[in-house]
């Protein structure tokens, strides 16, 4: 007796069959795949790690090469401040949401400080963006011109001025970190929440404004991975402890007194049942 003299249909005798072996297959795979499946943590942890990585990375990159400046290729000093605030703008608006794009050991300070991160992933972003800076110079060493990679000490290395004395410069680069930190701890306040559509615009701005500043008397780094990786690549490393001394313990001081004397947390206030009634009470209805 053939399926038609048993009153089923051929066709979806096959269509069930489809359905039934798709069903399998896809069983067969998720079992494949468990084997290889992690945690959402621990991915949500590795996209953290190539965030603050590459995002390192873009802003070295973008940021050293806008330093460059010979007599083939002129530059100024405000182009040069310019270009590291749109190079983190650019940063922070690709992993921004990814990692919160710290960029930047003494922001992460400041973040472990403010409890935005754990002590194990403050550990790994540092190494990161220790990483990512290496790489972003590595890759001005291999595509730029030799010529403008050899003015001075080394391109984008960060040396104070010579009028400067080393107090001074430890104490701008103190100053200018702190202020950043402040910046950073704003917009992680609790009250400040709502307002975060245009972070990565403020930031660049911030950046921009402070190097501008003290940039023609130290550089204006307030970042040691920016600082360390232009001197271990050109083996310079004159003066460097001063951006690693200033920022990071300008960023531990300065993010502990404004968690203590500033920070607040939203309380909201709990509606009762009677508020929610005037509440409704006192919308016209049409």
């Known amino acids: 007796m053939n399926l038609e003299q048993q009153g089923m249909d051929p066709q979806g005798v096959e269509n069930q069959q489809e359905i039934v072996q798709a069903a399998e297959g896809e069983q067969q795979l998720q079992s494949c795949c468990k084997v290889f499946k992690m945690k959402g943590s621990t991915l949500d942890k590795i996209s953290a ?8 990375g873009i802003l070295v990159f973008l940021g050293c090469m806008g330093c460059v400046k ?28 990814v990692s919160g794009a710290h960029l930047n050991p003494a922001v992460t300070v400041a973040a472990y400080i403010y409890e935005m991160v754990t002590l194990r992933m403050a550990f790994a972003y540092f190494a990161a963006q220790m990483l990512g800076a290496f790489i972003g110079y590595g890759l001005l060493m291999v595509l730029l011109p030799s ?12 040396l104070p001025h010579t009028s400067v004395t080393t107090g001074q410069a430890l104490g701008i680069e103190f100053v200018i970190t702190s202020i950043l930190v402040i910046v950073c701890c704003g917009v992680w306040d609790p009250r400040n929440s709502k ?20 940039g023609p008397f130290t550089g204006g780094s307030m970042n040691p991975a920016r600082s360390f990786a232009p001197a271990l690549w050109n083996k310079h490393f004159e003066s460097n402890w001063i951006y690693w001394l200033a920022p990071l313990s300008s960023s531990a001081i300065t993010a502990y007194a404004y968690k203590v004397v500033f920070r607040r947390e939203v309380v909201e206030a709990e509606i009762t049942s009677n508020e929610k009634l005037r509440q409704l009470e006192d919308v016209q209805l049409s």
């Not at 307002?195 to 403020?202: A, L, M, Q, T, Y």
């Open 147 to 158: 010529p403008t990679l050899t003015v001075g000490a080394g391109l984008c290395v960060t």
């Open 195 to 214: 307002f975060h559509d245009s972070v990565g615009i403020r930031f660049g701005l911030a950046i921009a404004c402070l190097a501008c500043a003290a």
């Open 49 to 56: 790690f190539l965030g603050e990585l590459i995002g390192t």
């Open 70 to 97: 010979t007599d083939l290729f002129p530059n100024n000093h405000l182009q040069i401040v310019l270009n590291f605030g749109f190079a983190v703008l650019i940063a922070i608006q690709c992993f921004g949401c």
